[in-house]
Each structure stands twice: as C-alpha cells, then as structure tokens.
C-alpha cells in the first residue's frame, strides 16, 4: 500500500511561480519512478514531469525551461518547481508514483494561472 499526500497549488498570476510537492507517507515497497501529470477541463489527463530513483528526469516539451522536477528521496519525496506559468498551465495536478510494479495516484491539486 502506497499513500500520498500532494500540496501546493492555488491561484497565480502568468509569469509567477509554484511549487507542488508529494510526500510519500506510507509505502510497503521501494519507490521507482515518481512524476507528475495535469488533466485540463475536457483534455486527456498528459504527463509534465517525471524522475527515477537514480534522478534521471523526463519532461513534456511544452514546460521544458520552465518546470524542474526533483526529488528526495531521504524524505520520500518529489517536488515540481513551475515557472514563468502561463494560462495553459492551468490544470489538476496529480503525483504518480511507481512502487513494488504498483501505481498510486495522489488526489489532485489544483493549479490556476489567471490574471
């Protein structure tokens, strides 16, 4: 069993900054790969980010430059650093995590870029 807490979102202006984290609070496995994916009203939830235990990181082309995953995994837990947000960034922002051939999602946080 995997548990996940998520934190982070809210309301931005474009240009501005936010960081969501996702704390892994309980797992029974070793934790592989963790990333972050985005679901907008009406579009197909997309992967934005994604990082190995080793720290390989993978990103999708519309947020390379400007978004930085990472993660520690001392604390078992993944970040994703979003800057210069635009509009389209807008989205519920939900952490997977890989654990044991198992996936987890976490609840979703919500992220608004709007002026």
């Known amino acids: 069993q995997v548990q996940l807490v998520e934190s982070g979102g809210g309301l931005v202006q474009p240009g501005g900054s936010l960081r969501l984290s996702c704390a892994v609070t309980r797992s029974d496995f070793a934790i592989s790969t963790m990333g972050w994916y985005r679901q907008a009203p009406g579009k197909q939830r997309e992967l934005v980010a994604s990082?190995?235990?080793?720290?390989?990181?993978n990103y999708a082309d519309s947020v390379k430059g400007r978004f930085t995953v990472s993660r520690d995994n001392a604390k078992n837990t993944m970040y994703l650093q979003m800057n210069s947000l635009k509009p389209e960034d807008t989205a519920d922002y939900y952490c997977?995590?890989?654990?044991?051939?198992?996936?987890?999602w976490g609840q979703g946080t919500q992220v608004t870029v709007s002026s």
């Open positions: 990082i190995t235990e080793g720290g390989r990181t």
């Open positions: 997977h995590v890989v654990a044991g051939r198992r996936e987890t």
